[in-house]
């Protein structure tokens, strides 16, 4: 997965030659379901309001989070009930919002976690979902970047035994395809797993880790994810892991629970 540099370059002014003469001391250091749900109408119009979540799917987000610095003495005394609280919320809300794409919001949340857990098993926790959260948003990048060199009437192959669909029309981040002689017109938020991982397949470079580790994140991250969607995660990443990618923690994420008590 590939992070892109966010390092800023931090301006140092130069130091004053007069003070320099008068103070020998040294200068401080600068610090730095697979299935696509057929329509209901014949040819329903393609959307054209902006997905939930697409704001956020553009951004640079790449960057692992950085630290969160603990006040002293916090690692020591266990979370109030006040905190647990909040924690639990925080976590369940981010959850809540990688299954609607609103990845600026789980992380947003994430952050929130990540400041209250104090314990190494709640740190562990929010630490699981973040992954998860970043290899989801990467995974539906993707997706995005592949549907802007999508063109009417091509095929795309949904999956062993499901019809080859055809493009019907791309606008922005809104798709209508035809299978089975309907159409049928989807947002990124709302665009079934087979459909989109179909698209991906156009740019994911198929014998490399990462490309049944993002599948594995979409299916896990789903909202209303079910078994067989999770089982199809575990399946996904079970491949990575015999190509050499860490899954342990991913793993974990399909039987995580955020109501904390």
């Not at 103070?23 to 600068?30: M, N, Y």
């Not at 730095?32 to 704001?55: M, N």
């Not at 091509?154 to 309907?182: C, S």
């Amino acid at each position: 997965v590939t992070q892109p540099d966010t390092n800023t370059p931090t301006g140092i002014p130069a130091a004053d030659p007069a003070a320099s003469e008068s103070d020998s001391s040294p200068a401080p250091q600068a610090t730095d379901p697979d299935d696509v749900a057929a329509g209901d109408e014949d040819s329903p119009p393609t959307p054209d309001t902006p997905p939930v979540g697409s704001e956020f799917i553009d951004d640079p987000f790449m960057d692992e989070p950085g630290a969160v610095d603990e006040p002293a003495g916090a690692m020591n005394s266990p979370p109030t009930a006040a905190e647990l609280a909040q924690l639990s919320d925080s976590l369940q809300k981010s959850r809540a919002a990688l299954g609607e794409l609103e990845f600026r919001l789980a992380r947003g949340e994430l952050d929130t976690a990540r400041a209250l857990a104090k314990s190494p098993e709640h740190q562990a926790l929010v630490s699981r979902l973040d992954r998860l959260s970043v290899l989801a948003q990467q995974f539906w990048t993707t997706v995005q970047q592949a549907m802007r060199d999508l063109r009417g009437a091509e095929e795309l192959p949904i999956g062993k035994g499901d019809p080859i669909v055809i493009v019907v029309d791309v606008k922005g981040e809104a798709i209508t395809i035809r299978r089975n002689g309907r159409n049928e017109s989807y947002l990124l938020a709302d665009m079934p797993p087979g459909l989109a991982m179909a698209i991906a397949d156009r740019v994911l470079e198929p014998s490399s880790a990462d490309t049944p580790l993002l599948k594995g994140a979409c299916l896990a991250a789903m909202k209303n994810a079910k078994q067989v969607h999770l089982d199809e995660a575990r399946r996904y990443w079970g491949q990575a892991a015999s190509q050499g990618a860490e899954v342990d923690e991913l793993l974990n994420t399909l039987t995580d629970r955020y109501d904390l008590k």
